[in-house]
């Protein structure tokens, strides 16, 4: 079955409004960012309701300028989905690590192949939890997959859709820090959940489907672009615009989608237009004393969660370690943005319809207290400390995103 969309003109990628259609019938419906009454209906009802073939419908014109775009919800089980979500604890907390955690690698030599074999050891400890879609391989035969974290659900008479992340790792090559982030991350769902209530959350109400690395043959080169020269969160559809100057740091190629990495992560966009929040993943040089997380956004509402966490984190990080900047005003992270579209993975998300989008940055290095003797172990990627706020910053980013997901969907 299907249900159609209808999304209005105010630019592609911010819902201001949704209109699903049964035999006529126009309803509307709000996402997240842009709260309005929706009537006498409820969304997740009109599912339930929803039992027939619905071919494409016009809807009711009820003054509003109407675009149709290419959004189609498949929805399985519709007899029974209430697709609301509800945390069984409050999440709208600080999360911290006690300690950091354990990892022997050098994360800048790291091959692609190297990730992957840690992420599929994962999937081989803790199957029924972790499965592997396999996406195909790069023009040079290097492997791509999606990891799916998606924890079985309690039988009962309505389902509860339970919020889907989808997290993009290392599309720029030389950025290694994601993957192993992510790795050390779905690691803490499967063997520490039980050690802290927010993991515990993470691992039991939530689906997080995870690309660890997006550029295999720039992971390996430790290059940004791929093999083919192309940057490929420049080369996706959404806002594409064709390169002049291959040699340029941002080279987006010749036409949308050329290349194998960037067809196969919008084809899992493309089918997987119900995830909730998309974290492309990036990371940046090495920490200067100043920023740890950069969030660039598209939307106030985005930009209102991304100062949340810099708030968040300037908080826990100055309390914790003395000998960065005191200041009342040292924020450690800052937020930016474009409306425009540039064809890169958090464009064609918001382009999909999906609400939540980022691009998401860390430092590739941070130093602790640096004595002369652990100078370079302190000075290195994925040193102990480094590891420890990596993972700190992005759980919490998860928290807060989902945290907001569902403060909002109990507004309606
Ligand atoms: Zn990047």
């Not at 035969?141 to 990891?147: L, V």
């Not at 969030?295 to 209102?304: D, L, S």
């Amino acid at each position: 079955m299907a249900i159609y969309g209808f999304q209005d003109g105010q630019y592609k990628g911010n819902w201001k409004g949704t209109y699903f259609s049964k035999e006529g019938t126009a309803v509307w419906y709000t996402n997240s960012q842009n709260l309005k009454n929706i009537g006498d209906y409820d969304f997740r009802l009109v599912f339930k309701d929803v039992t027939d073939d619905t071919t494409e419908l016009t809807p009711e014109d009820n003054g509003d300028v109407l675009e149709y775009v290419e959004y189609v919800f498949e929805v399985d089980n519709t007899e029974n989905v209430i697709d609301r979500v509800i945390f069984s604890q409050s999440i709208d907390k600080v999360f911290g690590l006690e300690e950091s955690p354990t990892w022997t690698g050098t994360a800048q030599t790291m091959t692609s192949a190297e990730v992957y074999a840690l992420f599929d050891a994962l999937v081989t400890n803790n199957s029924g939890y972790l499965s592997k879609t396999a996406l195909g391989n790069d023009e040079w035969g290097n492997e791509m997959a999606i990891y799916n974290a998606v924890p079985p659900q309690p039988t009962a008479s309505y389902l509860t859709k339970i919020p889907k992340v989808f997290v993009n790792c290392s599309i720029h090559g030389y950025e290694h820090v994601p993957a192993i982030v992510l790795y050390l991350f779905l690691k803490a769902l499967c063997e520490d959940w039980n050690d802290d209530p927010l993991l515990n959350i993470l691992r039991h109400e939530v689906e997080i489907h995870v690309l660890p690395v997006a550029n295999p043959s720039g992971f390996n080169a430790y290059t940004r672009k791929n093999a083919n020269g192309i940057d490929l969160n420049r080369n996706f559809a959404a806002g594409f615009s064709v390169g002049d100057d291959r040699t340029a740091t941002e080279y987006s190629g010749t036409e949308a989608l050329s290349e194998k990495e960037t067809q196969y992560i919008y084809g899992w966009l493309e089918e997987n237009k119900d995830t909730d929040l998309v974290i492309d993943f990036h990371n940046f040089g090495a920490f200067s004393g100043q920023n740890i997380d950069w969030i660039t956004i598209k939307t106030e509402y985005q930009a209102h969660i991304a100062r949340t966490l810099i708030h968040r984190m300037t908080q826990k990080f100055k309390s914790e370690y003395s000998w960065l900047p005191q200041g009342v005003d040292n924020y450690y992270g800052y937020t930016s943005g474009v409306l425009s579209y540039n064809g890169l993975v958090k464009d064609q998300a918001s382009a999909f319809g999906i609400p939540l989008a980022y691009t998401f940055e860390l430092p590739r290095s941070f130093w602790g207290t640096i004595t002369d003797e652990a100078a370079d172990e302190e000075h290195a990627s994925m040193a102990p400390i480094h590891r420890k706020i990596c993972v700190e910053c992005f759980v919490n980013f998860l928290l807060i995103n989902l945290d907001r997901i569902e403060k909002d969907y109990k507004l309606i």
